[in-house]
Nanobody
């Protein structure tokens, strides 16, 4: 019912920056908490960042805090992940997710109802 499409992934060098975008369609975009997750080969999907429905609150995984910034544009129904000072360990498929506002800024993936198909981010050393 809610469609999420990520874009902006690519191959970059360590220390570079990259901005991911997630375009949403379907139900009212502002009714959802939005989050970013990532999954590296052979590893489970992990939480990266989340932003509240009104963009007043954000929450980041310790591994990306200070380097990544999540934001959203309600007029464009789009959420962004600005990634700076990228490291090889940031290499993963990045997924956009939407969840009920009732859960707040929850890092657990099971609290998110809708997922995009992911976009690959590769950081070389």
């Amino acid at each position: 019912q809610v469609q999420l499409v990520e874009s902006g992934g690519g191959l970059v060098q360590a220390g570079d920056s990259l901005r991911l975008s997630c375009a949403a369609s379907g139900r009212t975009f502002s009714s959802y908490t939005m989050g970013w997750f990532r999954q590296a080969p052979g590893k489970e999907r992990e939480f990266v960042a989340a932003i509240s429905w009104n963009a007043r609150s954000t929450y980041y995984a310790d591994s990306v805090k200070g380097r990544f910034t999540i934001s959203r544009d309600s007029a464009k129904n789009t959420v962004y992940l600005q990634m700076s000072s990228l490291k090889p360990e940031d290499t993963a498929v990045y997924y956009c997710a939407a969840g009920s506002t009732a859960w707040g800024l929850n890092p657990r993936k099971e609290t998110y109802n809708y997922w995009g198909q992911g976009t690959q981010v590769t950081v070389s050393s």
